[in-house]
């Protein structure tokens, strides 16, 4: 019966210091991770003849929507200019417009207005549009200027690092950096159900409206 327990015991002492290991080994993994997320490439603004092509290539070969990566940086802490925050998974039952873009992004600069339209016509029946700017938070008072020359009726927050790396991840183009502005549609459920790049004349506004109405209309 003692030797019984001194094995039981032996075998709780092996089970913590692997756990430990594991424990630190996770940490060391995420913290290298953030590392990479920092020194990656800030988004750049997708050029007029770029935006005109159609499709736009990839030269990393990867796919466009990394949908594991989006489902788990639903719940990351997203700041918003006067410093409280939400999360992606605020908005769960709702369709969801995520737009990243900047006020040195010519394109997105031009997309602004008709999403605070689209905004404005769908909020009621079930539609959030969510602005992920990647100015700097010194640049705040460019920021703050722009949504009220424009009238932008909708959530602005800092795209951040994480949650730029989730969406953005593999678009990057031949300068190394992903472009902007990129749209990404969220069913009621959190699904990526479409995801646009530039200012397409094909892929505009009118289409994000029709794929609008559709996610609002499904069940």
């Not at 999360?87 to 992004?105: E, H, I, K, N, P």
């Not at 009220?148 to 009726?153: E, F, L, S």
Request: with cysteine; aromatic share 8%.
């Amino acid at each position: 019966m003692n030797e019984m327990l001194f094995l039981s015991g032996d075998s709780r002492r092996l089970t913590r210091k692997l756990a430990d290991r594991v424990a630190r080994l996770v940490l060391l993994l995420v913290a290298s991770w953030s590392v990479g997320c920092d020194m990656a490439p800030a988004p750049v603004p997708l050029s007029a003849a770029v935006a005109r092509q159609e499709p736009v290539v990839r030269v990393t070969g990867r796919p466009l929507v990394n949908e594991k990566a989006i489902a788990a940086s639903l719940d990351i802490p997203i700041a918003r200019l006067d410093g409280s925050r939400f999360s992606l998974r605020d908005f769960q039952g709702r369709v969801v417009v995520v737009d990243f873009w900047a006020t040195y992004c010519p394109p997105c600069v031009k997309q602004a207005p008709q999403l605070a339209e689209l905004s404005r016509r769908y909020r009621d029946q079930g539609l959030e549009v969510i602005g992920l700017t990647s100015d700097e938070k010194s640049d705040q008072a460019k920021v703050e200027d722009f949504m009220q020359r424009v009238g932008i009726n909708y959530n602005i927050g800092y795209a951040g690092n994480w949650v730029s790396r989730s969406f953005l991840y593999g678009t990057e183009d031949e300068t190394g950096a992903p472009p902007i502005p990129q749209l990404f549609i969220l069913s009621r459920k959190g699904k990526v159900v479409e995801h646009l790049i530039g200012d397409s004349p094909r892929h505009g506004i009118d289409y994000l409206e029709e794929v609008v109405r559709r996610e609002l209309a499904a069940d």
